[in-house]
């Protein structure tokens, strides 16, 4: 599609816009059976979402809405939802997505375990771990990411495989075997088999760092349905683990998923328990008209906050895209990124082929493979936009 430039402006307003499974079942320590059952609260919630509690009650997802331990969260097509830990680690939940709150708890040393299952859908984390000891895990149907103070990405279902992808810090990956997990150490460590099919799992864990990815392969997706140990073919199981291990990649982050991830803020627990206590009141209390509206109010306003935080943060990342440029070594790296890439056409004929990030004091902000390019708009003749669905790169 080409745009004159009388249609330049306006069009680059879309252009530069924001584009159950099973819980492994482990022994109960001492130290478990003195845990506190903690609570996470919704801090943002746009679109169509809404909360199935363990109880088999239904709410809407909104901010100060609590989840506990058996809660899930169901985002729409546009719903997205933004939950917070008591220990200041946040997650977001993308559009078409389903997660499982399997375990929320603390015990009496003051150590954390969180364990969320990622039934389908893309899940973003920022982790705080104040503690070595402190435990955070993101389950999927066949794979296990166990995290290391980071910021991460997991995706799943949907008829993609199992993939995590690093922004920060260190994630643990590895396969899952459901059929292992229903069994007691009592019960694996009286079969060598098994022992040794436990084993593999362990020793092809990798761990991934900063800007690196790994997929689950097909195979080891495959193994991941088997459900009972009966069904298990252990010889073939055990080969299968052991050659598909899970191959360390680039990360190959798009910028759409740098600006959720980094987009996620925090709020402190004096707020927190005030959006807690005002979702509550709105829901159990009968309020009179005008305590509603004072309810209401407050609400909006701790909204209103968030929103202005994210959008603080979400220009800081944008300012970043054109004052510490990505290197790019081609268009395709380019259109990677970006998923997109744009021509503008000179009135002198020339052309400049990148993606346009930014408009400002009537220049266009253009990342190119040999860096940023300002170009005025006085000098533009037209944008040919979308030019990846055009040309092969």
């Given at each position: 599609?080409?745009?004159?430039?009388?249609?330049?402006?306006?069009?680059?307003?879309?252009?530069?816009?924001?584009?159950?499974?099973?819980?492994?079942?482990?022994?109960?320590?001492?130290?478990?059976?003195?845990?506190?059952?903690?609570?996470?609260?919704?801090?943002?919630?746009?679109?169509?979402?809404?909360?199935?509690?363990?109880?088999?009650?239904?709410?809407?997802?909104?901010?100060?809405?609590?989840?506990?331990?058996?809660?899930?969260?169901?985002?729409?097509?546009?719903?997205?939802?933004?939950?917070?830990?008591?220990?200041?680690?946040?997650?977001?939940?993308?559009?078409?997505?389903?997660?499982?709150?399997?375990?929320?708890?603390?015990?009496?040393?003051?150590?954390?375990?969180?364990?969320?299952?990622?039934?389908?859908?893309?899940?973003?984390?920022?982790?705080?771990?104040?503690?070595?000891?402190?435990?955070?895990?993101?389950?999927?149907?066949?794979?296990?990411?166990?995290?290391?103070?980071?910021?991460?990405?997991?995706?799943?279902?949907?008829?993609?495989?199992?993939?995590?992808?690093?922004?920060?810090?260190?994630?643990?990956?590895?396969?899952?075997?459901?059929?292992?997990?229903?069994?007691?150490?009592?019960?694996?460590?009286?079969?060598?088999?098994?022992?040794?099919?436990?084993?593999?799992?362990?020793?092809?864990?990798?761990?991934?760092?900063?800007?690196?990815?790994?997929?689950?392969?097909?195979?080891?997706?495959?193994?991941?349905?088997?459900?009972?140990?009966?069904?298990?073919?252990?010889?073939?199981?055990?080969?299968?683990?052991?050659?598909?291990?899970?191959?360390?990649?680039?990360?190959?982050?798009?910028?759409?998923?740098?600006?959720?991830?980094?987009?996620?803020?925090?709020?402190?627990?004096?707020?927190?328990?005030?959006?807690?206590?005002?979702?509550?009141?709105?829901?159990?209390?009968?309020?009179?008209?005008?305590?509603?509206q004072e309810n209401d109010k407050q609400r909006q306003a701790l909204e209103n906050e968030v929103a202005k935080k994210q959008e603080a943060e979400k220009k800081k990342f944008e300012q970043t895209l054109a004052s510490e440029p990505k290197e790019f070594k081609s268009k395709k790296d380019i259109v990677n990124y970006y998923e997109r890439i744009e021509k503008i056409v000179l009135v002198d004929g020339k052309t400049v082929i990148g993606a346009i990030i930014n408009q400002e004091n009537g220049q266009l902000i253009v990342h190119t493979e040999n860096g940023i390019?300002?170009?005025?708009?006085?000098?533009?003749?037209?944008?040919?936009?979308?030019?990846?669905?055009?040309?092969?790169?």
């Amino acid at each position: 599609m080409k745009a004159s430039k009388l249609a330049i402006t306006s069009a680059l307003i879309a252009v530069l816009g924001l584009a159950v499974c099973k819980k492994p079942e482990t022994d109960v320590s001492e130290s478990s059976k003195k845990s506190n059952e903690l609570a996470a609260v919704v801090v943002f919630a746009v679109g169509d979402s809404k909360i199935q509690h363990a109880d088999q009650t239904e709410e809407k997802a909104q901010l100060g809405t609590s989840l506990k331990a058996g809660d899930n969260v169901v985002t729409g097509d546009n719903g997205k939802v933004d939950v917070q830990f008591p220990d200041g680690s946040s997650i977001r939940i993308s559009p078409k997505s389903v997660i499982d709150f399997s375990k929320l708890s603390q015990n009496s040393a003051g150590t954390t375990d969180t364990q969320i299952s990622l039934v389908s859908g893309k899940v973003f984390a920022k982790v705080n771990k104040a503690k070595k000891e402190d435990n955070f895990t993101v389950i999927t149907p066949t794979a296990i990411a166990g995290v290391r103070g980071t910021s991460f990405i997991v995706e799943s279902g949907n008829g993609k495989p199992s993939q995590v992808k690093v922004v920060d810090g260190a994630v643990a990956f590895a396969p899952r075997v459901p059929a292992l997990e229903k069994l007691s150490a009592e019960e694996i460590n009286g079969n060598a088999d098994l022992k040794k099919l436990q084993e593999s799992i362990a020793n092809v864990e990798v761990v991934l760092e900063k800007n690196q990815g790994s997929t689950l392969s097909k195979k080891s997706e495959e193994l991941s349905k088997i459900e009972k140990v009966e069904s298990l073919d252990l010889n073939k199981a055990l080969k299968t683990v052991e050659k598909e291990k899970p191959v360390v990649a680039s990360a190959n982050l798009t910028k759409n998923e740098e600006q959720e991830i980094k987009t996620i803020v925090t709020i402190d627990k004096e707020t927190a328990d005030q959006i807690v206590k005002l979702n509550d009141s709105a829901q159990t209390d009968k309020l009179d008209e005008i305590k509603k509206q004072e309810n209401d109010k407050q609400r909006q306003a701790l909204e209103n906050e968030v929103a202005k935080k994210q959008e603080a943060e979400k220009k800081k990342f944008e300012q970043t895209l054109a004052s510490e440029p990505k290197e790019f070594k081609s268009k395709k790296d380019i259109v990677n990124y970006y998923e997109r890439i744009e021509k503008i056409v000179l009135v002198d004929g020339k052309t400049v082929i990148g993606a346009i990030i930014n408009q400002e004091n009537g220049q266009l902000i253009v990342h190119t493979e040999n860096g940023i390019k300002r170009i005025d708009m006085d000098n533009v003749e037209e944008v040919v936009y979308d030019l990846q669905q055009k040309s092969k790169f």
